[in-house]
């Protein structure tokens, strides 16, 4: 069942929220799409293999922006959205290292709906 070969890198696209002080915080799926963490997972893929990783920073800046209106909200710290593409060595994650790896910052926006940059 499990014998296909695999890579020895994984690349795993994500959104990741900024904080005022340089914090960062591993935003969950919903904030980046609508369905369940499979649909969203594909919907952020399809993007940024398209070259609309901005979209998709718009979308969620414009979900943290609706969020941040309710006075619980557990996302007031964050002054910007990245969608970033993680690499990661399969071997040394599956050895117990974690999930170690390697960062690209694809696009950028602010919450507030400014463009910070984009890659």
Do not use: W
């Not at 591993?26 to 963490?37: A, D, E, K, M, Y």
Request: hydrophobic share 40%; charged share 25%; with cysteine.
């Amino acid at each position: 069942m499990f014998s296909a070969k695999r890579r020895s890198t994984a690349i795993i696209y994500s959104l990741i929220g900024v904080a005022a002080d340089g914090a960062r915080i591993r935003l969950p799926h919903h904030i980046g799409g609508t369905g369940g963490l499979n649909q969203v997972r594909r919907q952020i893929n399809r993007c940024v293999a398209e070259g609309r990783s901005q979209q998709v920073c718009e979308f969620a800046a414009r979900e943290l922006t609706r969020r941040n209106r309710r006075d619980n909200s557990p996302y007031l710290a964050i002054v910007s959205v990245d969608v970033v593409a993680s690499r990661f060595r399969l071997d040394e994650c599956f050895s117990g290292a974690g999930l170690v790896g390697k960062e690209t910052v694809l696009a950028s926006m602010s919450s507030l709906g400014e463009t910070a940059r984009s890659a």
